[in-house]
């Protein structure tokens, strides 16, 4: 079992930054392909970044491209979200995702194997 925790969620006005941190449990974190998704209300949830646990190659939606920057430490089996330059489009919950045993790239949102339970993302106008 594979328990995910988001932190560093919060109120931003447009332009600002803010950095999502999620702490995996589980010794093998280095071989888990991790994802950051969101839901905005009223809407399905989105991909927003991926980083596998081959080379460290991440993969982001259009949207974010740019802006947003994902990483992961290993050592202290944490993944990060840097967002810059937030527009009030990206406000939403933000989950990450552990997939525990994915090859070569990045899964589809339903091949995830564990969720966290989400951190809110406001920015104001």
Do not use: H, I
């Not at 949830?45 to 081959?54: K, N």
């Amino acid at each position: 079992q594979v328990q995910l925790v988001e932190s560093g969620g919060g109120l931003v006005q447009a332009g600002g930054s803010l950095r999502l941190s999620c702490a995996a449990s589980g010794r093998a974190f280095s071989s888990y392909t991790m994802g950051w998704f969101r839901q905005a209300p009223g809407k399905e949830r989105e991909f927003v970044a991926a980083v596998t646990w081959t080379d460290g190659s991440t993969y982001y939606a259009d949207s974010v491209k740019g802006r947003f920057t994902m990483s992961r430490d290993n050592a202290k089996n944490t993944v990060y979200l840097q967002m810059n330059s937030l527009k009030p489009e990206d406000t939403a919950v933000y989950y990450c995702a552990a997939d525990v045993d994915y090859g070569l790239g990045y899964p589809p949102p339903d091949e995830y194997d564990y969720w966290g339970q989400g951190a809110q993302v406001t920015v104001s106008s």
